[in-house]
């Protein structure tokens, strides 16, 4: 049984941080990638970052979130972290935790982040 498990959303104003934790556990079967995808109201859901296991750590960054944001992975805990600065509105969605083989092989239950004045 895997279980998926983010924290670390909430509401913000234009311009702030928030970081994201991600805690993978059970039997997974292959851990390859963690990563982040979000989805906002109406709106398909997109790949934020994700990071590959093994190797160099390679990281990819969806186009609107480079430059601002970071995610890193703390291998003995099977812990990812998505740091987020320079917060916009249009940030506001559900962020899904994603772990396994490929992006979507697991998710998480969504953690709510919201970016308003």
């Known amino acids: 049984h895997v279980q998926v498990m983010e924290s670390g959303g909430g509401s913000v104003q234009p311009g702030g941080s928030l970081r994201l934790s991600c805690a993978a556990s059970?039997?997974?079967?292959?851990?390859?990638?963690m990563g982040w995808s979000r989805q906002a109201p109406g709106k398909a859901r997109e790949l934020v970052a994700v990071?590959?296991?093994?190797?160099?750590?390679?990281?990819i960054y969806g186009d609107p979130v480079k430059g601002r944001f970071t995610i890193s992975r703390d291998s003995a805990s099977n812990t990812a972290y998505l740091q987020m600065n320079n917060l916009k509105p249009e940030d506001t969605a559900v962020y899904y935790c994603?772990?396994?083989?490929?992006?979507?092989?697991?998710w998480g239950q969504g953690t709510q982040v919201t970016v308003s004045s």
């Open positions: 994603t772990i396994g083989r490929y992006v979507g092989d697991y």
């Open positions: 059970g039997a997974i079967p292959v851990l390859q990638i």
């Open positions: 990071i590959f296991t093994t190797g160099t750590g390679r990281t």
